[in-house]
């Protein structure tokens, strides 16, 4: 099994910065696929971006393409998701996801818990 906890959520005006933090545990391999979702209040679950392995190949959603920035942490077995000139449409809960075919898939064997992010006006 694979625990992820997600963490660094918080409130943040528009134009501010957050960094997430995805911690995994238990029978991670350091070859999983690595991901973040969001999720806003009525919407469904949407994909955010996604990191290989080596931490350089990854998948970004087109919203968050140039703004947000994912770094995987091997040694920590940690990923994180660092958010930049965030905009009150990016309010969702946060979640990491672990383990899939490809850093194109959305179907995911592992998730988090979430994290809040919320962006004032």
């Known amino acids: 099994q694979v625990q992820l906890v997600e963490s660094g959520g918080g409130v943040v005006q528009t134009g501010g910065s957050l960094r997430l933090r995805c911690a995994s545990s238990g029978r991670t391999l350091k070859s999983d696929i690595m991901a973040w979702f969001r999720q806003a209040p009525g919407k469904e679950r949407e994909f955010v971006g996604a990191?290989?392995?080596?931490?350089?190949?990854?998948n970004y959603e087109d919203s968050v393409q140039g703004r947000f920035i994912i770094v995987r942490d091997a040694a920590e077995s940690s990923m994180y998701l660092e958010m930049n000139s965030l905009k009150p449409e990016d309010t969702a809960v946060y979640y990491c996801?672990?383990?899939?075919?490809?850093?194109?898939?959305?179907?995911?064997?592992?998730w988090g818990q979430g994290t809040q992010v919320t962006v004032s006006s």
């Open positions: 996801a672990a383990r899939a075919s490809s850093i194109y898939s959305k179907n995911y064997e592992f």
């Open positions: 990191v290989n392995w080596s931490g350089r190949v990854i």
